[in-house]
């Protein structure tokens, strides 16, 4: 089996699918970072396909950058400005040639994550 990386939104504090939140992936080096995809949920909170298909996987560490804030403010649950959350970077190992998802269970004022299935 193959690689390959996919991720979701949900909106804890509605209980909903978080739509319409862009995500940005990159891959961490010890040269820095570098993008290799972006995606954006649809209406199941989901990307359409793996934000990191099988033919780009490679194993290494990666960072997930949710763009919260947009979505928050579009639901009403931003607050004040500043906002508490705004960008979400979550980074990661992936070690071995696997499915791995990492979703984002958010809320206005916190966050989590796992490894799910």
């Not at 980074?91 to 984002?104: I, K, Q």
Request: aromatic share 10%; hydrophobic share 35%; net charge negative.
């Amino acid at each position: 089996m193959s690689g390959y990386l996919t991720t979701h939104v949900l909106d804890t504090g509605r209980g909903t699918p978080g739509r319409g939140i862009k995500i940005a992936l990159y891959r961490v080096t010890d040269g820095g970072r570098d993008k290799v995809a972006d995606a954006v949920t649809n209406d199941d909170g989901r990307t359409d396909g793996p934000i990191l298909p099988e033919a780009a996987f490679e194993t290494g560490t990666y960072e997930l950058v949710f763009h919260a804030g947009d979505y928050l403010r579009a639901t009403g649950a931003a607050g004040a400005e500043p906002l508490f959350l705004d960008e979400i970077p979550i980074r990661f190992g992936m070690a071995e040639e696997s499915h791995y998802h990492v979703p984002l269970l958010l809320s206005a004022y916190g966050y989590s994550t796992y490894r799910g299935s």
